[in-house]
Structures are given as C-alpha cells and as structure tokens.
C-alpha cells in the first residue's frame, strides 16, 4: 500500500513572522491525520526556521531546489549537504516554473536528481506538458522524455528512492486544475512506463499529483488509483487550505 504524501511548495513566499503563523497551524492541524506523510518546501533562508519548528512533529521539510554540485566557485547555489545541514528530507527537482524561468532542461534536473539522491534526499520529480503539447497530442511524448531523463540515466533503483510529480504546466498557478481521470491516465502512463523496468518498483513509487490543488478537488484527485497526493503551491500558504487538503488523504 502507498501511502498518501501531501506536499507543499511555498515557492517565494513568506517572512519569519508570517511562516511561524503558517507553519504552527498546520503542524495543528494535520497532528492527528494518520493516513499520510506531510511535507513543507520553504524557501532556503527559512530552512532553519522550519527545522525548529517543525521538528518531532508529523510534518517534514524540505527545499525546492538544490545545486548538483557539492561544494566549489558556484555563486548563489546550495549544495545537497547543505540542505541535510538542516535537516531537510526533501526537495523539489524540475519544477517548471525552473524549467521555463531559470533554463532548467532535462540534464540538468536529471544531473540535481541524481545528487539529491547521492545525498541521502529524496528528490520530488517533476514532470508536465504545456497546453500547447498537450492540444497536440504530445503529452506523453513530453513525460516521457522527462521520465525518462533520469529511468535511462540512473535506473529504475534511482526512482524507488524518489517521489514522481505530475504537474501539467496548464493547471499549475491557475484556476483550472487537470480532472481525475486526466490526471489518472497519465499517473497510469508514467507507471506504466516504469514498469517496463521494474514492476516492484512502478507498484510502490508515489506519483504526486500538483496543479490547483484544492480543499474541494483534492479529495476526488487522491481517491484516482495511481495518484498518491499531492504538491501544493498557492493553497500550502494558507494553513486551512493546506491542512484540508491533508484531510483529503
Ligand atoms: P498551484 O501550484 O497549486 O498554485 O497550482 C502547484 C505547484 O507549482 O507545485
């Protein structure tokens, strides 16, 4: 059985004082969910603050992005080291927001991946089509590629150690999230694919569903068979939202 994973990625948002309030209110509230495992991806300064915070309770934290190199003359980066410096047992890899915005291609999420997974991270993978591809009939073409960017590269060892993300760019940041049973075929294309390696392993990896997630979608998405959960951007800023998204699980 895969357990549901809810996961949110607070993108570039918050301060000391409003991520304490946030933070509180969902470790209260999702205290007493026994059905699932929740994650917070904060940006890099609150890190530490997270990890006060958050630990010993039932809500991990992670990053949304890490460098694929440990250490050297790279400005502005953070090494995985760095990110279990502060205890963090996640981070997001491929997000398209760093896709489209920061030049992010296959090999280099691949080459993050691979060194999230190095580091004893578990990477968040995410994978997704425009609404130009997919009105061409593209998207498994697309998700495909990307899967397989890191399945041909590293194995099907490499994704048991990872979490799958879903995320269609077209329902990511807007109000028009995919539908279960959109979202579903393509949880079943990506397992599917994966099982041509490895069924053991396409059984038990979660794939995550992410894009306008919702207190009042969550739920039909979650009950979809190959969806186990969820990423959540803008609804992880609000602790209602969140924690009822959570409930979902
Ligand atoms: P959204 O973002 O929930 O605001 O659509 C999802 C994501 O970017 O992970």
Not at 52 to 77: C, F, K
Not at 138 to 166: C, H, M, N
Not at 233 to 243: E, I, Q, T
């Amino acid at each position: 059985m895969r357990r549901k994973l809810v996961v949110g990625n607070w993108k570039m948002n918050g301060s000391i004082a409003k991520n304490k309030v946030l933070l509180e209110a969902v470790i209260v509230g999702v205290r007493d969910l026994h059905h699932g495992d929740f994650v917070v991806c904060v940006p890099y300064p609150y890190l530490a603050q997270a990890q006060a915070l958050a630990q010993g309770t039932n809500v991990a934290w992670g990053a949304q992005n890490l460098s694929s190199n440990e250490d050297g003359a790279l400005t502005g980066a953070v090494s995985p080291s760095m990110l279990m410096d502060y205890g963090c047992s996640h981070v997001i890899v491929g997000h398209s927001e760093r896709r489209l915005l920061s030049h992010e291609t296959d090999d280099t999420a691949a080459a993050r991946f691979h060194a999230a997974i190095n580091a004893g991270l578990t990477p968040i993978f995410c994978m997704g089509e425009t609404l130009e591809e997919r009105e061409s009939d593209w998207t498994e073409y697309v998700v495909g590629r990307q899967l397989d960017s890191i399945l041909r590269r590293f194995g099907p060892e490499s994704v048991s150690k990872a979490v799958l993300a879903y995320e269609p760019l077209w329902a990511v940041g807007t109000d028009n999230p995919a539908t279960p049973a959109q979202a579903q075929e393509v949880h079943t294309f990506i397992r599917k694919r994966i099982a041509r390696c490895d069924k053991k392993i396409a059984k038990n990896v979660r794939i995550l569903y992410g894009g306008s997630l919702n207190p009042s979608n969550a739920k039909a998405l979650f009950d979809m068979p190959d969806i186990d959960g969820g990423l959540v951007g803008r609804c992880s800023l609000d602790a209602s939202a969140f924690v009822g998204i959570c409930k979902a699980t």
